[in-house]
């Protein structure tokens, strides 16, 4: 069963453009959403957790920019911007409370500059 | 801060060898313990997790321990196949964050027939 759908799926992203990530959350039971970055060497690092419609984040990194938005209890955008290098997006989804809760994965949003 | 140390890039074995992942961790807290797989072209997926209450946990084959003298949570599988060629990240919680977790750099398991 897929908790989670990501799109798009992949994209080409012309150096110095932005693009729109989307992610929709599949079931209520793990309403904590949150987006990862995994670069080209495949480190998996933590961005943003959104917990309520309405919450806003931004955070620079090396090579690109992020602006978090949770749309409603089922949505969650990202914009990437100002990428240089390669990577890709994971949206993810777990239960609330403490730490033992598993975090699941989306399919990912694969971008690739050009 | 909370850190995930995984020395091993990448492992290469032959079907049927003995697995062994090599995980230390540092924080503060005692917090449950977790190894993901990504297969290719997927997401990351939960293989296992372990809590200082059990101790040890068990899945697919695959059984990792925590260790609190030595803080280190390895890998092991007694016998590996093809189908468990994939990348393996250890993770814990982060002590400031719950809903973040902080991730190992990854072992990538090739293993030919």
């Known amino acids: 069963v897929t908790l989670l759908e990501q799109n798009p799926r992949w994209r080409l992203v012309p150096r110095g453009q932005a693009v729109n990530l989307r992610c929709i959350l599949k079931?209520?039971?793990?309403?904590?959403m949150s987006w990862y970055q995994q670069d080209l060497q495949k480190q998996l690092q933590w961005l943003f957790t959104?917990?309520?419609?309405?919450?806003?984040?931004v955070k620079s990194l090396p090579g690109a920019d992020y602006l978090a938005t949770r749309v409603t209890d089922t949505e969650l955008r990202l914009q990437v911007a100002n990428m240089s290098q390669g990577r890709t997006l994971y949206c993810t989804c777990?239960?609330?409370?403490?730490?033992?809760?598993?975090?699941?994965f989306g399919e990912g949003s694969r971008l690739i500059v050009v | 801060g909370d850190s995930v140390t995984q020395k091993q890039g990448q492992v290469t074995l032959s079907e049927d060898d003995f697995l062994f992942i090599n995980c230390t961790y540092s924080?503060?807290?005692?917090?449950?313990l977790f190894w993901y797989v990504q297969y290719p072209g997927q997401g990351p997926q939960l293989l296992l997790k372990v809590t200082t209450a059990n101790n040890k946990g068990i899945s697919r084959g695959f059984e990792a321990t925590y260790d609190k003298g030595t803080t280190s949570f390895h890998l092991q599988k007694a016998s590996v196949q093809e189908s468990d060629s994939a990348v393996y990240f250890c993770?814990?919680?982060?002590?400031?964050?719950?809903?973040?977790?902080?991730f190992g750099q990854g072992t990538s398991l090739s293993v030919v027939p």
């Open positions: 079931n209520s039971q793990y309403p904590w």
């Open positions: 959104l917990r309520s419609p309405g919450d806003k984040e």
């Open positions: 924080t503060t807290t005692y917090p449950t």
């Open positions: 993770a814990l919680p982060a002590s400031s964050s719950f809903s973040k977790l902080v």
């Open positions: 777990s239960g609330t409370g403490g730490g033992g809760n598993t975090l699941y």
